[in-house]
Each structure stands twice: as structure tokens, then as C-alpha cells.
């Protein structure tokens, strides 16, 4: 079935960070832009993640916060707090949008067997003094299947998803899954042209964190180059790793923006000025 019919009804996966709206005034200006989204013809699809609240109770709670390659190491405790964070945010997003006048449906990507994964096996990382280890990351799934029936029915019923990565395993056991793969997987099984994924960088740094070289445009094959010169680290990792999915099953361009540059969003998809970096295949 043919989804999309020029940019009537154009679907897009929109995903956001945890450090992208958590400003004052940045939730209610992306309700807006959601909204002028749909007014100019777009359909799109919210997934968001919650790494900094994540860790913020983790450690009020008196837990470790570890990562490994970019991923929340997620024991039960860990697996806890990320689902009731992630929740939280999720009906503050939902909340927006009403206010915003967009109709919205939050739900867990565990809602319906819509997002299905299984644990992921451990990573091979580097411990302190260079040598190679493997690590058990708990809790962490990776994505083996996506149904969009029920996506397809909101969407239908002019309804926008608003989806936070909690999923489940075919067994039904909760998987903490990183909000960026689930957006690939979610924007490849969906049909989408495009993937943007609001952080809060203004897109990949050619100097690597906390740099200020923007690279406005790259390829699949100049991130693998990238990523070996360590210049994408820590969360830009599965960032990179989550473009390539969905260039590869379909997707058709990937835009990074940063959230806290205001409208970014409609400035690209809308009136397609330049901005963040757009990664394509190459
Ligand atoms: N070369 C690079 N260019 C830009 N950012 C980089 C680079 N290498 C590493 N990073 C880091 O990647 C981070 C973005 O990934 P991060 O997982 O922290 O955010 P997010 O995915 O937007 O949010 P969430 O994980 O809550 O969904 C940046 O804040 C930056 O610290
Ligand atoms: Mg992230």
C-alpha cells in the first residue's frame, strides 16, 4: 500500500531526547511545531527517550548509573526507575500536544506487541587499561520485530503516537531499549521518508563532544570512519548506529537537529532550510 502522496500525508519519525525539551518553554514550542507539522500535511510519529532524568533518579535514589557503548547498563532497579521516568515524560509530551491542539496516544512500545524485543547479548568493550571484556547490560533489548497495526490505526483516526521505549520480549518481559533504535525500527516498519532525531547538539561535531565544527552533511561510510577515529562517542553511537537502520530498510534521509534551536524542526521539514546534520546513504 502506498502511504505517502507528495507531502500530503508524508510520514516522519520525530525523535527527541531527554535534554532536548527539558528547558522552559521547550515543550510547549515542540507541541506547536507538532501541530504545524500536521497543518502542513505531515504525519508524524513521537518516539522520545529520558537518558538525563533517568540517571538524575537513579542517583537520587542511591543507584550506580552505568553506560557501556553509549547504553544504560539496566539491572532491576535500573529497569524501574527508567520505566516510571519515561511514563512521566510521556504524558507531559501527551499533555502538550493536547494543549497544542494535537490530538495524541501515549504509550510504551510494549502497547499491543507493537514494539517487540529481545535481550540484547553482551558488548564487547574496552575496560580501563585497553584490554577487551564483555558486558552483560541487564535489562537492554534490542529490537527483533515491530508491528504498526496499531500505529496505523491512530494515524488513521488522525491520532499521533507518542511512544516511549520500554518494550516487551515475546514472552512479555520488559526491555529497556535505546529511544533511538526504537525510532529506526519504528520508522522503517511505519513506511516513513524521513527520520529526524532532535538532541541536544546541534548534530554530529566534527571535533567530537563538546566541540563546535557542525558537519552538515555525511554518509554511512564517513560515520564508520568517524566512529573508529572516536570522534562519535558515548550517546552518539547508537544515535549513528539507529541512522543506519533506517537508511538501510527504507528511510530515505536522516536529519539530527538540536532541539534548544527553536522551530528547527519546521525550518527543515517544512521549509527544507539547512540546518542540524543530514545523513544520507552515501
Ligand atoms: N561527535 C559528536 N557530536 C555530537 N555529539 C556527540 C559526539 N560524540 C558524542 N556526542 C554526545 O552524544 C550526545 C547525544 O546523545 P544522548 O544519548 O546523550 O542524547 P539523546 O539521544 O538526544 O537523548 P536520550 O538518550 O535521552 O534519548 C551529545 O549530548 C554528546 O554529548
Ligand atoms: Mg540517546
Keep these: 500500500m502506498e502511504q505517502s502522496q507528495g507531502i500530503s500525508g508524508r510520514r516522519v519519525l520525530v525523535k527527541f531526547g531527554g535534554n532536548a525539551l527539558s528547558g522552559e518553554g521547550d515543550l510547549e514550542r515542540f507541541g506547536r511545531d507538532i501541530s ?52 512521566r515524560i510521556n504524558a507531559q ?30 558488548v564487547t568493550t574496552e575496560d580501563g587499561s585497553g584490554h577487551e571484556v564483555h558486558v552483560d547490560l541487564g535489562s537492554v533489548g534490542e529490537v ?22 520500554i518494550c516487551a520480549d515475546e514472552h512479555g518481559s520488559a526491555l529497556n531499549v535505546n529511544a533511538d533504535t526504537v ?5 522503517r516498519a511505519a513506511g516513513a521518508k524521513e527520520m529526524v532525531l532532535v538532541t541536544d547538539v546541534p548534530g554530529i561535531l566534527r571535533g567530537g563532544e563538546g566541540s563546535k565544527e ?10 564508520d570512519r568517524l566512529i573508529e577515529a572516536k570522534v562519535i562517542t558515548g550517546g552518539m553511537v547508537p544515535k549513528v ?34 540546518s542540524g546534520t543530514k545523513i544520507t546513504v552515501g
Design 36 to 87: 504545524s507539522l500536521l497543518n502542513a500535511g505531515f504525519k508524524p510519529i513521537l518516539v522520545h527517550g529520558g537518558g538525563p532524568e533517568i540517571s538524575q533518579e537513579m542517583e537520587r535514589r542511591g543507584l550506580k548509573v552505568k553506560k557501556v557503548s553509549g547504553l544504560r547498563v539496566t539491572d532491576d532497579g535500573a529497569l524501574q526507575v527508567a520505566a516510571e521516568v519515561l511514563s
Design 241 to 274: 548506529e539507529a541512522c543506519r537502520i533506517a537508511l538501510l530498510n527504507g528511510v530515505g534521509t536522516v536529519y539530527m537537529l538540536n532541539g534548544k534551536e527553536p522551530h528547527s524542526l519546521i525550518k527543515r521539514l517544512v521549509h527544507g532550510q539547512d
Design 144 to 165: 527483533s520485530h515491530v508491528e504498526p497495526s496499531f500505529l496505523e490505526e491512530l494515524m488513521g483516526d488522525g491520532i499521533v503516537p507518542v511512544i516511549y521505549p
Design 183 to 187: 525510532a529506526a525500527h519504528v520508522a
Design 93 to 122: 509530551v501527551v499533555e502538550a500536544l493536547t494543549r497544542a491542539g494535537v490530538d495524541a496516544h501515549g504509550m510504551a512500545g510494549s502497547e499491543k506487541g507493537t514494539v517487540i524485543a529481545q535481550k540484547m547479548p553482551p
Design 214 to 223: 557542525l558537519i552538515p552533511s555525511t554518509t554511512l561510510s564517513e560515520i
